[in-house]
């Protein structure tokens, strides 16, 4: 057993109810690419390194947003900054990430209201795909000063999302062809085996 699985079949006690919920959802859903599944539970176990969290172990490290210079927590990267926002509601969720609810950890809370009360296309495949590239964008806006658009981190959510789907989709077709060709070699086998060997 996997220890992701481990910890979700016995979770620590400090885990909220509504983090461990959206973890099942996520590891159940086996869309959703592994990489992404990782960044989802590291967001919602609040292990990201974040401007802020960064900062309150490394003072040295500004605790301000690369992008607009507000404080740089979970939150604010992935739905208060103008540039997540604009991501969000440019989305096919259609999102206003202002119109969330601000109660409770504002994440986790914004989390599962986008997932209960979303439109279709707010699968949760797609939500942490979105998140996944609103977090490499930021780290390559505060590394490496270049700059996504809105348009490059939908384009990259759709294609995370889409990519493994469409992977597993070829995987199991070529299986069933797999399967279908052995099918196909026995039926060919038995028709040439003798007649007698068959009546024995």
Known sequence: MLATEEALSNPPSNIPMQVLQILRHVWADKTIQPQVKTFAWRLLRLALGTACRVHGIIPAVDDKCSRCGS??????????????????????????????????????????????QGPSQATAGM??????????????????????????????????????NIALETTLCLNLLHMLLQIQHLQILLALLPCRFLRE
């Open 127 to 164: 939500i942490f795909s979105i998140m996944w590239c609103l977090w490499k964008a930021r780290n390559d806006h505060r590394f490496n000063k270049s700059n996504w658009t809105v348009t490059r981190v939908l384009h990259e959510a759709k294609a995370t999302d889409t990519a493994y």
């Open 71 to 116: 404080p740089g927590d979970d939150n604010h990267l992935f739905f208060g900054c103008n540039f997540a926002r604009a991501v969000w509601f440019a989305s096919p969720i259609g999102l206003r990430a202002d119109a969330l609810p601000q109660t409770g950890h504002e994440l986790h809370s914004q989390i599962t209201t986008i997932l209960q």
